[in-house]
């Protein structure tokens, strides 16, 4: 059985507490690691009265917290540093591997992650370490959880969710290769395509990383917006190719595979390909399309969030899989009763044929209508009547 989707909370949502005098602001923005979620993250500075923090309660299994990275080497060690801490337990914060003084800022940075099998709500506390009149800065731009398989009814539909390249709910057609050891698919093939079935308010696809053009993906969705997420990954064209999507039975919408200028010779993550309008709740399917040309940058895809979205990855799958197999019944009784009508009639033609052709051999005629004794046509209704209770 696969892994129950990631749950993607934004900085600020209202079921994420901050203590102390956290700001929201636009963040660093056009980085190797693309742009912040959402828009806007948490920040706070060294210079407070009172260690600052957040928590967040949530059930689940595992959690990531994504934020800016911006860290300095000092003599008195990092600047900042940070614990995250679940139950009394601390998590190791992931570092940049990199021991450049002022390293280059990296936006959707996992601060840290975890692993928990403790039952019931958690509260997961982030806290910031400065060292004393330090003026540093701190980001916080997005939570995720992975629920338990018992909260499908109780947050599908609720909650924004991340779609990765391998969910079973995608279907590749053509040639979809990873590059390196980057994350997500791409395609060079012109045609190829990619297509998912979703159900939910609004969902987002990052990075997907295909080599191939024009290839196209189905994808059946709930969900009423949809970002399509992939990456520049260094060593290929810089050219931008076309690519084209379409929701169910709409119109095709083309979209630039390169929305930034690549940097030479490094690979650009969290790149936002496309984001569809505002759709109509329920389950849709959306197909995404690499156009080409031939030298042109790949279609890639790294993961899609979609809002109001079900946890589950087989839901969307399992209620498609229901109307295919409605639909097919339906077919079949629909078949199945024009074909006894066509033979019937067939059979009542050649049976009023022939004994046209009888009567003409007698040589006789009959008037085009008869008037039935009352007796005759009560004996008739009669006949019908038992054998089609019978």
């Known amino acids: 059985m696969s892994e129950l989707r990631w749950v993607v909370v934004d900085d600020n949502d209202p079921s994420i507490t901050y203590h102390g005098p956290w700001v929201e602001n636009a963040g660093f923005q056009g980085n190797q690691w693309g742009p912040v979620y959402g828009g806007s993250q948490h920040d706070v500075t060294g210079l407070q009265s009172d260690p600052p923090s957040l928590s967040y309660n949530f059930t689940g299994s595992e959690f990531q917290v994504l934020g800016t990275y911006v860290v300095q080497n000092t003599s008195r060690g990092r600047d900042p540093d940070w614990n995250c801490e679940l139950g009394g337990f601390v998590f190791p914060r992931q570092q940049q591997n990199s021991s450049a003084t002022g390293a280059m800022p990296l936006n959707n940075w996992p601060l840290c992650t975890g692993l928990t099998d403790t039952p019931g709500e958690k509260i997961l506390k982030v806290s910031p370490i400065f060292p004393k009149d330090s003026s540093a800065h701190f980001y916080v731009d997005q939570i995720r959880y992975r629920p338990l398989a018992n909260m499908t009814s109780s947050l599908s539909g609720r909650v924004t969710v991340l779609v990765e390249e391998t969910d079973p709910a995608l ?9 390196n050891m980057d994350p997500g698919l791409m395609t060079t093939e012109q045609g190829n395509s990619v297509t998912l079935k979703f159900t939910g308010m609004s969902f987002q696809v990052p990075p997907y990383r295909p080599a191939c053009n024009a290839h196209r993906h189905p994808i059946i969705f709930a969900g009423t917006k949809v970002t399509w997420v992939g990456l520049i990954p260094a060593g290929f064209s810089s050219v931008a190719g076309i690519g084209g999507y379409r929701v169910d039975e709409g119109l095709l919408v083309n979209f630039a ?12 993550y969290n790149q936002r390909l496309f984001e569809t309008p505002e759709l109509s709740d329920g389950v849709h399917t959306l197909t995404v399309t690499h156009n080409g040309p031939s030298d042109a940058a790949p279609l890639t895809l790294d993961y899609l969030l979609i809002a109001n979205g079900d946890i589950d990855p087989h839901s969307n799958l399992e209620v498609a899989a229901g109307k ?3 639909l097919s019944v339906g077919q079949i009784v629909g078949a199945s009763v024009g074909s006894f009508a066509a033979v019937f009639f067939f059979g ?8 046209w052709k009888r009567r003409q051999a007698r040589g006789g005629t009959r008037p085009a209508y008869e008037m039935k004794s009352a007796k005759d046509s009560r ?8 054998r089609s209770g019978a």
């Open 379 to 386: 004996w008739k209704r009669g006949w019908i009547t038992s």
């Open 324 to 326: 295919a197999k409605s």
């Open 171 to 179: 279907a590749y057609t053509g040639n979809w290769t990873r590059h």
């Open 348 to 355: 009542l033609g050649v049976f009023y044929f022939l004994r």
């Open 257 to 268: 595979n390169v929305p930034s200028l690549p940097l030479e010779g490094i690979t650009i």
